[in-house]
């Protein structure tokens, strides 16, 4: 009864840079394949909340999560801690910690082993990766990153995987880097981080594999992951592992997802691997950590409790490939677009917010206790009955709705107009109007299922507004109705 | 509804109402002193003999000295009124029940609006500091959602219902062109209408109302004493006003074909005015064409077609300049825009005109044939579902 990761949840944003576009734009060879590109209404921190509500899911709920932490190379804000609305949105109790940790990819691992710290002496927490990878136009780094979230559970006990063995190598050395608030990261020539990381990534694997007492070739799994692919791919092939054990590097659909991307890859193989399988996880990140993990009897049961609409194979497949270049550049705030001629979003104030954070960022409706309506938002007198102060909150995050009717706003501001917005009736009552995403207009219809996401409704005066939109349900098994 | 009225306790003695447009030459001072200074002349009053007023304005200015400050009013009661797209009538509601009080003999009620000082498109409006969780639609998304919803529930199919909005916006231009005051003193043809770019849902261009800047004013006095200042006062019939409990956005047996709150005024009205067949008893009515979906619904909403058949009712010219019961026979909204505090006041001075038998090419004929005698204004300010609502009932013949 190993302690470890009990449950887990990847998020890849819906959209997909096709490589091809930024050629056609720019005029360069971009390559081939699509990377991950998160929605403007997306940050690390939004994506975080979403990976770590699949996690939630698989785990049973949010009520025994013992703490939290969010790990990225891009945080929404700095001297604020994001973890926090993260902790917020996923509707922890008070009694928790949130922390931020780090703010480099190699932090990915950091979070990870003090996940697995933290259940080994009896805790239970979860652990949430996201990033959003951004490079200057026409550069490698825009071409080849990709945005993506993981989080995972740890617990005492049922883990479907346990440690064997770790080791690490650490070495300052100037590959990349970025001033905070820059756009884009700065790289040193390609060849010279391949000289420097190979050594590392080597001795760091030799040393894992022989205190776990076993050779390359035993490894039925091997993930190496960084922001240094030529490096990473050198020191893959310097392990000797079978060519069947290698994890797919995902770079072709998604794009190195930074300081997601160990998540992303241990989701990959956790949701495909078998019991008794032992797994390689190097981290080539500023130095190099290994981990050799061997795959329990509880993880088919796991695998089993994965919703069909949050398996990673899916996720990778689905997604929308038709994002114009112009329209990524204008995300990422690459390309300033002439504003409407409307007044700028005003800032959400920080009283009222703190006030209402169990709507704003919990999702939060009331229940009257004496006839049972639903208030969206929260109410103190009832719409229907009247009664007053008589009312139970109730988290409709996770509750599908249906669409009743529907506008497009060509009018209304927006960093992709134009604007979709639905009335929604929920599943069991309540009723709620609010902005759509993740679908091309011409997807609405009344009758559309829906489901709730965790989204960055704009950013003013500095201050990110985080609330809730409603995205088409579309799993397998959830059609329109 | 305990709504008591003041049927025929308070007199329109004089109006003023300055032209509506894009008045980049005129501030707010100016138009209110322009309306304030026809509004008294047309009474043959002057602005001394005035004892108080009520200042409708949703973002022109704050407080009474708004008006006092701009037309050197000496030590009187001006009371500034906001309540949204009725805040014109919310003046004027208020003036005449200080009058029908005893409290005030001669009262003015004026609106006035500046919105072309603001540089955007469409209304904009402030709110107070919030969460942020309020979505940001713009008006016209949020009453884009009656036209689908009405088409569905009457099996009224696309092409049909962009010929109903069309023909209403061509309806109201084509008042509009036969009106110096209006904005747009033009006809529309109907292919402009209909392919108009399209703002939000449904709706063009063309289904919304403009943006204008403009202001009118009203005299009143009690009953008794009108014929001192004019032969041809207006009586005032019934004055009702609701705000709606909200209940639109969270209930879901809302169905966007109607708005609960103008049926409400409307009735309230009605029965303080003793009108049972308003189609068959007014003259005229002046109502809130904001969107044009708006006005289809309104049609049902104050009785003038039965449920489901007020589309049919438009493309037959019912409400027509010359049909049966002619709606906003002035241009509307929709050719006047939609300077807020003043388009209540607005809508009155077409019922003041047009009772009066002075509209000249406008004039409505049963006022002058038929022997009818009471004109409608209405207002509403929200959002489908969550809005408050305005009625009023004017008429040229005191009580019996």
């Known amino acids: 009864m190993a302690a470890g990761i009990v449950a887990w949840g990847a998020y890849i944003p819906y959209f997909r840079l096709d490589r091809a576009a930024i050629g056609a734009t720019l005029g360069n060879a971009a390559g081939k394949g699509t990377r991950a590109v998160a929605s403007y209404d997306e940050d690390t921190t939004s994506m975080a909340v979403e990976a770590g509500r699949a996690a939630l899911a698989m785990a049973g709920g949010a009520d025994d999560i013992g703490s939290l932490s969010f790990t990225t190379s891009a945080p929404s804000y700095l001297d604020k801690t994001n973890a926090t609305a993260i902790h917020a949105a996923l509707g922890l109790r008070s009694c928790v910690p949130a922390y931020d940790l780090g703010g480099s990819v190699r932090s990915a691992f950091a979070a990870m082993a003090r996940g697995q710290q933290l259940s080994a002496a009896g805790g239970r927490p979860i652990v949430t990766l996201s990033d959003i990878r951004t490079g200057l136009p026409g550069g490698a780094d825009e071409r080849d990153g990709g945005d993506a979230a993981a989080a995972f559970v740890f617990a005492a006990t049922d883990a479907v995987a346990e440690v064997v063995a770790v080791a690490h190598q650490t070495e300052e050395f100037l590959d990349r880097w970025r001033v905070p608030g820059a756009p884009a990261s700065g790289q040193w020539e390609e060849r010279f981080g391949e000289h420097a990381y190979a050594p590392l990534g080597e001795a760091a694997v030799t040393d894992a594999l022989k205190a776990a007492g076993l050779t390359a070739t035993e490894l039925d799994h091997v993930i190496v992951t960084g922001p240094h692919a030529r490096a990473s791919r050198r020191v893959a092939g310097a392990i000797g592992a079978r060519p069947e054990a290698y994890a797919p590097d995902l770079g072709a659909v998604i794009g190195n997802t930074g300081a997601a991307h160990l998540g992303v890859a ?25 981990v050799i993990l061997r795959t329990t009897a509880a993880l088919p049961a796991a695998q089993a409790a994965v919703a069909a609409d949050r398996r990673l194979a899916g996720q990778i497949a689905g997604g929308r490939t038709d994002l114009a270049y112009a329209t990524f550049l204008t995300w ?66 996770d509750v599908p709705a249906t669409v009743a009717t529907f506008t497009i706003d060509r009018l209304a501001f927006s960093l992709s107009p134009p604007v979709v917005a639905a009335v929604l009736d929920f599943d069991g009552g309540g009723r709620f109007s609010c902005e759509m995403t993740d679908l091309d207009p011409s997807e609405v219809k009344i009758g559309l299922r829906v489901q709730m996401t965790f989204r960055k409704l704009y950013t003013a005066d500095g201050i990110h507004n985080y609330f809730w939109k409603a995205k088409p349900l579309r799993s397998a098994d959830e059609g329109s109705k | 509804m305990a709504s008591n009225g003041i049927r025929d306790r308070v007199a329109i003695v004089g109006m003023g109402c300055t032209p509506f447009g894009e ?9 209110l002193i322009d309306a304030a200074g026809d509004a008294v002349a047309s009474a043959g009053v002057k602005l001394d003999d005035v004892d108080a007023f009520w200042l409708g304005t949703m973002g022109s200015g704050i407080s009474g000295l708004t008006l006092s400050r701009p037309l050197k009013i000496d030590y009187k009661p001006v009371t500034r009124i906001e309540n949204m797209c009725a805040t014109g009538s919310e003046a004027f509601r208020n003036a005449c029940y200080a009058v029908a009080s005893g409290a005030i003999d001669l009262a003015m009620a004026i609106g006035a609006e500046k919105l072309k000082d603001g540089g955007f498109s ?106 001192k200042y004019t032969d041809k006062p207006i009586f005032v019939k019934a004055l009702s006003f609701v705000a709606g409990p909200a209940a639109g956005p969270l209930d879901p047996t809302y169905d966007f074909t109607t708005f609960t ?72 909204l929709k050719s006047f825009g939609h300077p807020i505090g003043a388009s209540g006041l607005r809508m009155l001075f077409e019922c003041w005109t047009q009772l009066r038998q002075e509209a000249g090419e406008r004039q409505i004929k049963s006022v002058v044939e038929g022997g009818r005698k009471l004109a409608l204004t209405h207002n509403l300010g929200g959002q489908p579902g969550e809005c408050v609502s305005f009625v009023s009932v004017v008429g040229s013949e005191p009580a019996a």
């Open chain 2, 23 to 31: 008045h980049w030459d005129k501030s707010v001072d100016d138009l």
């Open chain 2, 261 to 332: 709150e103008v049926v409400r005024s409307g009735g309230d009205a009605y029965a303080q005015a003793g009108i049972t067949d308003p189609r068959a008893e007014l003259a005229m009515a002046e109502v809130h064409d904001c969107f044009t979906p708006t006005e289809l619904v309104l049609m049902e909403d104050l009785g003038f077609a039965e449920r489901g058949f007020a589309w049919k009712e438009v493309l037959a010219g019912t409400f027509d300049l010359d049909g049966e019961l002619p709606v906003n026979p002035d241009g509307g």
């Open chain 2, 122 to 227: 469409g209304l904009t409006i402030s709110s107070p500091p919030s969460d942020g969780t309020a979505a940001q639609l713009t008006a016209p998304a949020l009453f884009s959602f009656l036209a689908p919803a009405y088409a569905k529930k009457y099996g009224v199919d696309e092409a049909e219902m962009k010929d109903v909005l069309t023909r209403i916006a061509w309806k109201n231009h084509r008042n509009g062109a036969l009106n110096p005051r209006a904005q747009f003193k033009r006809e529309v043809a109907k292919e402009v209408i209909c392919n108009s770019p399209i703002v939000a849902g449904p709706l063009g261009i063309f289904d919304c109302s403009g943006v204008s800047d403009g202001s009118a004013a009203a005299i009143i006095c009690r009953a008794e004493d009108a014929y």
């Open chain 1, 332 to 397: 990422r705030e690459m390309l300033h677009r002439e504003p409407p001629r409307r007044p700028d979003p005003v800032p959400p104030a920080a009283p009222p917010t703190r006030r209402r954070d169990g709507w704003k960022y919990g999702f939060n409706a009331s229940r009257c206790d004496v006839c049972g309506t639903r208030h969206l938002p929260p109410a103190r007198v009832c719409v229907n009955c009247r009664a007053q102060d008589q009312m139970t909150p109730e988290r409709l995050a």
């Open chain 1, 266 to 290: 241990v989701v990959e193989v956790v949701e495909r691997a078998e019991p008794g399988q032992t797994i390689l996880v190097l981290s080539l990140a500023d130095g190099a950590d290994a």
